[in-house]
Each structure stands twice: as structure tokens, then as C-alpha cells.
């Protein structure tokens, strides 16, 4: 069974940055597809930004040139950087891991863009 920590979230003022990061526990050899997608209040669950094995890197519209994602396959973790913060970039964060034999979710992590 695979458990996804994230840590990181917290309350930032507009055009600030911060940083998540998610550590993968369990029988694991190798992760295909890791990443975060965030849902705000009366919203759906969307794409932040995943990282596939080949270094394939899909970022959500609104978060392209701001956010940057990436891997340590040895520890399992995946970090996702975040700049420029906007308020509407206010959600709880997932952590999101799959492979050929499981899909994974984090159970979130706050992040509050606030003056």
C-alpha cells in the first residue's frame, strides 16, 4: 500500500512564493506519474502539475511559468515550487502518485494566498 505525505502548505501574501513536498511510503520500485492537482471551495479538483518517468512535465494552464515541479526518485518525494502566488491560487493541495498497479492520493495540504 502506498501513503502519501505532503508538507509545506501555509499562509502567504500575493506575488510570494512557497514550496510543497510529498514523500511516497510502501512497496514501491518505481513511480510512473507523480504530482499535485488542488481544490478550492465550490470548485472542482484540478491539474497543478504532474512529472512522468522520461522527465515529461504537464503543468495546469493557470499555474504555467509560476509553478515549477520536480522528482528525487531515490527518496520517492516530488517538490512542487511555487512563485508569483495569486489569491486565486488558494486551494488544498494533493499530493498524487500512479503506477501500472495503483493510484494514490495525499490527504492535502492548505495553501492561503492573503494580504
Known amino acids: 500500500q502506498v501513503q502519501l505525505v505532503e508538507s509545506g502548505g501555509g499562509l502567504v501574501q500575493p506575488g510570494g512564493s512557497l514550496s510543497l513536498s510529498c514523500a511516497a511510503t510502501?512497496?514501491?520500485?518505481?513511480?510512473?506519474?507523480m504530482g499535485w492537482y488542488r481544490q478550492a471551495p465550490g470548485k472542482q479538483r484540478e491539474l497543478v502539475a504532474l512529472l512522468s518517468t522520461g522527465d515529461k512535465r504537464n503543468y495546469g494552464d493557470s499555474v504555467k511559468g509560476r509553478f515549477t515541479i520536480s522528482r528525487d526518485d531515490a527518496k520517492n518525494t516530488v517538490r512542487l515550487q511555487m512563485t508569483n502566488l495569486k489569491p486565486e491560487d488558494t486551494a488544498v493541495y494533493y499530493c498524487?502518485?500512479?503506477?501500472?498497479?495503483?493510484?494514490?492520493w495525499g490527504r492535502g495540504t492548505q495553501v492561503t494566498v492573503s494580504s
Open positions: 510502501g512497496s514501491i520500485f518505481v513511480i510512473d506519474t
Open positions: 498524487y502518485a500512479r503506477n501500472s498497479d495503483f493510484n494514490a
